[in-house]
């Protein structure tokens, strides 16, 4: 297990505020303790990236309050201008699961923090915890850096992630809003949407993953397929060639699921001469591919 001092500031005291109730919160705030609070009294946050909450995962959660109740608190601070009610800083799902078991009250943790640090808790949870899609992420990403002119290092080192992460899931919010909402929704995951970036039309290409199932490498050697900008026909020349038969498409699904990664056949004017691309995206892959092809010759 990683020693405690190595683990990021941010992650230590929202450990500090919802699993040590006696004391401080130590680096962003101070608790005032463990106490019950009802759940009218109760606000979501309007900073919380999160947006949509999965029915069937409120369902689930529901269940287990039924039965064991709330072992986790909510983290919540007061709000100033009304007095005795509170607004969610962390556990908004929790207190909408409550509700739905029936519970009149629930365990919360008073903190005392600033607007910046409450984005910031709700955003480290559920980012900890994997419950934000991609788009809700690089949107509370965008809302830190905007509002409180975070850099992309100094995000980076608080919430623990790499600048490439950062970097790749904030690029998300250049795709259309029509893809942001397929990815918001489930329909497709935040690989394909990183694979849609910089497509011709990336929309039509969405539609096709939802309607035929593609997975994130066909998306990819489709990319890969699209002629570069620096590439383009000029003037009065053709843009591209012909269509790509059917069995030269089934050909690149079938290689690219051997593989592993993006595979693109290219038919020469030639008869019976072409040229076959591998993509991959980082060293990872590379070395994969590489014991792939070992295993293959073995």
Do not use: C
């Not at 705030?29 to 463990?34: L, T």
């Not at 009304?82 to 409550?98: L, S």
């Not at 919430?159 to 690029?171: F, Q």
């Not at 309607?211 to 002629?227: I, T």
């Amino acid at each position: 297990m990683a020693d405690e001092s190595a683990r990021p500031r941010l992650g230590r005291g929202l450990a500090a505020l919802i699993g040590d109730f006696g004391q401080d919160a130590a680096e962003g705030g101070r608790s005032e303790g463990q106490r019950k609070v009802a759940v009218e009294f109760l606000r979501p946050n309007p900073r919380n990236p999160r947006r949509r909450f999965q029915e069937a995962d409120l369902e689930e959660l529901s269940a287990s309050i039924r039965t064991r109740g709330v072992i986790q608190p909510i983290v919540v601070r007061a709000l100033a201008n009304v007095p005795g009610t509170y607004e969610i800083v962390a556990g908004e799902r929790r207190w909408r699961a409550a509700q739905r078991a029936g519970l009149t009250e629930v365990p919360v943790v008073v903190v005392e923090i600033d607007d910046k640090t409450s984005l910031e808790y709700a955003i480290l949870e559920n980012v900890q915890r994997t419950d934000l899609n991609a788009i809700e992420e690089a949107a509370g990403y965008e809302r830190l850096m905007s509002e409180f002119a975070y850099s992309q290092r100094e995000l980076a080192d608080i919430l623990g992630k790499s600048r490439s992460h950062l970097a790749n899931t904030l690029r998300l919010l250049q795709l259309p809003p029509t893809i942001q909402d397929r990815v918001t929704a489930g329909e497709i995951t935040a690989g394909h949407a990183r694979a849609l970036l910089g497509m011709r039309d990336p929309e039509g290409v969405a539609r096709r993953i939802v309607e035929e199932g593609l997975s994130v490498r066909e998306v990819e050697a489709l990319a890969s397929a699209e002629v570069p900008e620096s590439d383009e026909p000029r003037p009065g020349r053709p843009r591209r060639g012909p269509e790509k038969d059917a069995a030269l498409r089934s050909l690149e699904q079938s290689l690219t699921r051997a593989l592993g990664v993006g595979v693109v056949v290219i038919k020469a004017k030639a008869e019976g001469v072409g040229e076959i691309r591998i993509r991959y995206g980082s060293p990872e892959e590379l070395e994969a591919l590489r014991r792939r092809l070992d295993a293959s010759g073995d």
